[in-house]
């Protein structure tokens, strides 16, 4: 994406959004960083029967706009935004998001309650933590070091990517933000990476961090989702987050990482549908 498609507001941003399922019931789904919306689009097609499925890519990822910064109070707004003109102009729906985007359902849930009836948070707290970002501090500089004009296919840039990035699981998340574009003067293509990827970068402190509440809370239902081999929520982290969420229940899924939904996703499947089913 060129500089010129940076945005210098807010209000300008556009977001990239795709629809499943033709349930009753309405669910929002927000990716972690460097995904995209389809990342969950397994887990939307196996709730298509109960829910509509709402997947947005997160501004400055997939084909969504990019902002100068990154904040999540501004990121939470974006969204915001976008659910009150479309998804949620009905009412409010049901959130999960993952990672960064569990912050930013988190902040969501708190700014603007009325558009959020249930929200489920995965595999991250609201406590500021540096611990984290130093992985994506090595995956996100590899990325921005590595020489794109010298790539003549996707598989080299796997291949150059996989001594610094050994999982190719990891480096298979990573290059789906790679992407081919034609100069339109000369018709030749490169490689560039779609995301915002060097504003990124420069901003894993603030990404690390949560900002401050304020004093909101969110009086709806939380379901907290920890990876059972995860060490991005904490047994310390439950004041802060009951604090801020009152009704919150924490589970915990065995066998799974950060990436819980995509490591164990017949357990997060049936664990998201019982959540928010479960009043029925």
């Known amino acids: 994406m060129s500089s010129e498609s940076v945005s210098h507001s807010a209000e300008d941003v556009r977001l990239s959004t795709s629809e499943v399922g033709a349930g009753s019931r309405r669910v929002v789904f927000l990716h972690g960083l460097m ?5 969950f689009t397994s ?5 298509a029967d109960d829910f509509r499925s709402l997947l947005v890519d997160l501004p400055n990822h ?25 998804f949620a102009a009905d009412g409010p729906v049901a959130v999960v998001g993952h990672s960064l985007g569990g912050k930013v359902a988190m902040v969501l849930a708190l700014r603007h309650p009325e558009l959020v009836s249930a929200l489920v948070v995965v ?18 500089g590899t990325l921005s070091a590595l020489d794109l004009a010298a790539l003549d296919s996707r598989t080299d840039a796997d291949e150059a990517l996989s001594e610094p990035i050994g999982d190719a699981r990891v480096r298979g998340f990573l290059l789906q933000n790679l992407r081919r574009v034609k100069d339109a003067d000369s018709g030749r293509s490169s490689f560039a990476w779609q995301p915002n990827l060097h504003m990124l970068y420069r901003a ?9 509440p304020g004093g909101a809370q969110y009086e709806g239902p939380v379901l907290w989702v920890a990876g059972g081999d995860s060490d991005y929520v904490r047994d ?13 229940t924490r589970i915990s899924i065995k066998g799974a990482g950060h990436w819980v939904h995509s490591e164990r996703p017949e357990e997060f499947i049936s664990t998201v549908r019982w959540f928010l089913t479960r009043g029925d």
Do not use: C
């Open 62 to 86: 997939g084909d969504s706009g990019w902002t100068e910064d990154f904040d999540y109070a501004e990121t939470a707004d974006i969204v915001a935004a976008q659910l009150r003109a479309g």
């Open 43 to 47: 887990i939307a097609k196996a709730l």
């Open 236 to 248: 310390e982290d439950a004041d802060s987050m009951r604090e801020l969420f009152p009704r919150t």
């Open 123 to 140: 595999d991250i707290s609201p406590v500021p933590r540096d611990d984290g970002e130093g992985e994506f501090e090595h995956l996100l």
């Open 204 to 212: 894993l402190p603030q990404i690390g961090g949560f900002p401050d």
């Open 35 to 39: 995904g995209r919306g389809k990342n």
